[in-house]
């Protein structure tokens, strides 16, 4: 995970349609408060994907983020279009996986910027999904009339945060840099200790170790010159897990780093 800096300017449809249909999703929040706190009504219908996900806003996303998902740096947009992911979660949450899904979410937050990045569906589907925990679940804010700003996520936000002030790796194991609870959450419920993405690192990791050898080999191996090209690329943030290869190189591909 990186930082994504996102334009301050919000797509235009974000700005119009979204900011009308949000004012209606509130008034309706407002009315029917009870209904939509129980769940016998959902806001379900009334999200607009083609506002939320439109191609305008997916674009700016895609650019941003260089085609990477916002969680797990795999470059995705080559396989498949990826999923405007809403941070804070639309449609309810749970504190913990387990949970009981609370409703109604952030509904307010649905055509938010602020709120939207761009995920591969295996971060957002089968681990983030409505997970939302906060360090102090008593402070959630639940409505549009809420205070979002006591909210304290646990989950990094690449959008606001530094990830790696938080997540470094060793090898290609992400690991928490101060052992607290936000580091600790983000990487075991988001899943960025899984086999597989473990795996395709790790065979990133190995390419990158012979051109950091060949790079730096003494004396010099004609190649050496373009072996340093392609790591100071591998670390650019449009490069595919690039603080794993960040943190590799910052260690010299010591084995026990
Ligand atoms: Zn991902």
Known sequence: MIRINKPKQPPDVLLKKGAKQRRKLCALYSRYRHDYDSG???????????????????????????????????????????????????????????????????????????????????????????????????????????????????????????????????RDRAYALNDNARDEATIKMLGLDRVELNQERRDHYEKLRLIYFLAFADPPHPLSREAKALLEKAVKESEPYSAMARAAIASRFSPDA
């Open 40 to 170: 016998a009504r959902t806001f379900h219908s009334h999200f607009d994907r083609e506002i939320y996900a439109h191609e305008t806003v997916k674009r700016v996303l895609i650019q941003s983020q260089h085609g990477k998902c916002c969680f797990c740096e795999a470059r995705i947009t080559h396989i498949v279009e990826g999923d405007v992911e809403h941070f804070r979660p639309k449609a309810g949450y749970r504190q913990n996986p387990k949970d009981e899904l609370q409703r109604p979410g952030y509904y307010w937050l649905v055509y938010e910027w602020s709120n939207l990045l761009l995920s591969c569906p295996k971060c957002n589907r089968r681990f983030k999904g409505n997970l939302f925990p906060l360090i102090n679940p008593s402070e959630r804010c639940v409505s549009h009339r809420g205070k979002i700003n006591r909210e304290q996520p646990l989950f990094i936000n690449p959008a606001k945060d530094d990830p790696q002030e938080f997540i470094s790796f060793k």
